[in-house]
């Protein structure tokens, strides 16, 4: 045949002839050519659905609840126990003054309502230091902006230490008093936003009255020093003290912390019923924690500096004088190593987490008091070194154990609350 069909020649090669296909039959191939990627999606899921669910069926013959380590049991018990409010009897470790050493002692808490409790507790150090209180302690007022806590009681400190004052005295002068001192006070503490700003107030009254020390090897304080010589040496003083803080606190807990920050003012006014050691005190504070590694690691900082000012004719005790020394302060040295009317404290640790429940930390202390304030510049500190560990829960420290190393020796403190 020569003639052309639909005006295309006959006789055009292969690669260039054209077929007409009817509207029917590419309708056909149409849906044919969209249907088959569609059914092999359709079988691909179903094969998909069908491993998930053969893996979970797997799986859930061997899934058992979560069963917590021995030490998590430990550390959740020693939380409750200690941190949390017990029910009932409880260990308290806590003394009552710096410097009496170990103290084991109990007490005993009581609800008074879903939050609020009363404890009352008691201690008694190896150098024969007694504690004898009890608190009410309401943590959640104003919508749980407020906390308030209500405390009374007794205490007895037999060997205190003395070495005379400014950063320049000897370890050879030691000194030691004595005192018994019945107590009372309040204090409430609000975040009004609930983080952030805190304010706090409270007053207390104190007597204190001394006594001959026990139980030391140094001499007592009055063979060395006189009324003359020392402020409030010899005296029986009742003081009304009160105190009001403003600070920013942005850290998890006081308690325990790996990253935030504290920064807060607090003015102190103690008045003497006789006139006689009135003065007022003022303490600058910053804490500061540098989280490395995802909190692995962090660096946390402190700085603490103290004021005096006399009352107009009065003077500052040498009891109540700011001090350095012990284990919240100048760790390498004793507990009221370094005593004056003005003092500065600068710390520093990098600590190391090793698990949920421990960290290790390696710290630096430096420090000095001065009469004056513009004595408190950076020549003639007194510094140490050392090494800790820390048992903690997400939000408190239940144990701190710290190594430390001065010029005049080494110190291993142990202390059941953070260093800050």
Do not use: C
């Not at 005993?108 to 009890?134: F, H, M, N």
């Not at 924690?289 to 005790?317: M, N």
């Not at 020549?379 to 001065?406: C, E, K, N, Q």
């Amino acid at each position: 045949m020569d003639e052309a069909v639909a005006g295309i020649p006959l006789d055009l090669p292969p690669a260039m002839r054209t077929f007409r296909v009817s509207p029917t039959s590419g309708a056909v191939l149409l849906v044919a050519m969209l249907a088959s990627p569609v059914f092999a999606q359709s079988s691909e899921t179903e094969s998909r659905q069908a491993t998930v669910e053969q893996a979970q069926a797997t799986k859930s013959t061997t899934l058992r609840p979560y069963v917590r380590s021995r030490v998590e049991r430990v550390v959740t018990r020693a939380e409750t126990t200690l941190l949390n409010g017990p029910t009932k009897w409880h260990p308290f470790f806590e003394n009552s003054y710096s410097g009496g050493g170990f103290s084991p002692g109990i007490g005993y808490v009581q609800r008074v309502s879903p939050y609020s409790t009363v404890d009352v507790r008691g201690s008694y150090s190896i150098k024969q230091y007694k504690l004898a209180e009890a608190e009410f302690v309401s943590p959640r007022m104003f919508h749980r902006r407020g906390e308030l806590s209500v405390i009374g009681g007794w205490k007895d400190a037999t060997q205190v230490a003395f070495y005379g004052l400014g950063t320049d005295t000897s370890s050879a002068d030691r000194t030691d008093f004595a005192f018994e001192q019945p107590f009372a006070g309040a204090r409430l503490k609000l975040r009004p936003a609930r983080k952030f700003l805190t304010l706090v107030g409270g007053a207390d009254i104190a007597r204190w009255s001394f006594k001959s020390p026990s139980g030391g090897s140094a001499p007592p304080v009055d063979t060395v020093y006189t009324p003359a010589t020392l402020a409030g040496l010899g005296t029986r003083t009742t003081f009304i003290h009160s105190q009001a803080s403003v600070g920013f606190d942005w850290r998890p807990a006081a308690g325990y912390a790996r990253r935030g920050g504290f920064y807060a003012i607090t003015g102190h006014d103690y008045t003497d019923r006789d006139s006689h050691f009135g003065f007022q005190r003022v303490d600058y504070e910053v804490r500061q924690h540098f989280p490395i590694l995802r909190e692995s690691w962090v660096i946390s900082l402190r700085g603490l500096a103290s004021t005096t000012f006399d009352k107009e004719g009065q003077q500052v005790p040498f009891y109540l004088l700011p001090s350095l020394g012990g284990g919240s302060g100048l760790r390498g040295y004793s507990s009221w190593r370094f005593r004056d009317r003005d003092s500065l404290l600068l710390q520093g640790e990098w600590r190391i987490m090793v698990n949920r429940f421990f960290d290790t930390a390696v710290f630096y202390d430096t420090g000095k008091v001065g009469a004056r304030t513009s004595d408190l510049d950076f020549s003639g500190m007194r510094h140490d070194y050392g090494f800790g560990a820390r048992f903690h829960t997400p939000l408190a420290t239940i144990l701190r154990v710290d190594i430390a190393r001065s010029s005049e020796g080494t110190s291993l403190v142990f202390a059941t609350s953070p260093i800050f």
